[in-house]
């Protein structure tokens, strides 16, 4: 069964940066990791930046515009999240969404960002 890891997570002050990445726990599935949600706490996951490649499209929240940055490895197996200048606002758990055979793959456990001021 094909599992999501996301790591890169972590404690920062308000400015600093982290790097998230995601994949398939056994990098030999062939995943197609395209986005990444956000869900602080109490509150709903939501879409907080998309990358389809082959569209050539590319797309973000509106609050992380300018901060957040998404990327893939050349194969689309790894998704990567750049976020600078993080705010306090940005806490809460990120988590990746991966295609693989056509189907979205459940979702992973998430990584932690806390972000304090």
């Known amino acids: 069964q094909v599992q999501i890891v996301e790591s890169g997570g972590g404690s920062a002050q308000a400015g600093g940066s982290l790097r998230l990445s995601c994949g398939a726990s056994?990098?030999?599935?062939?995943?197609?990791?395209m986005s990444w949600f956000h869900q602080a706490p109490g509150k709903e996951r939501e879409a907080v930046a998309y990358?389809?490649?082959?569209?050539?499209?590319?797309r973000y929240l509106e609050s992380v515009k300018g901060r957040f940055t998404i990327s893939q490895e050349n194969d689309k197996k790894v998704l990567y999240l750049q976020m600078n200048n993080l705010k306090p606002e940005d806490s809460g758990v990120y988590y990746c969404?991966?295609?693989?055979?056509?189907?979205?793959?459940?979702w992973g456990r998430g990584t932690q960002v806390t972000v304090t001021s």
């Open positions: 056994n990098p030999t599935y062939a995943v197609d990791c």
């Open positions: 969404r991966c295609l693989f055979a056509s189907r979205w793959v459940d």
């Open positions: 990358i389809d490649d082959e569209r050539n499209e590319i």
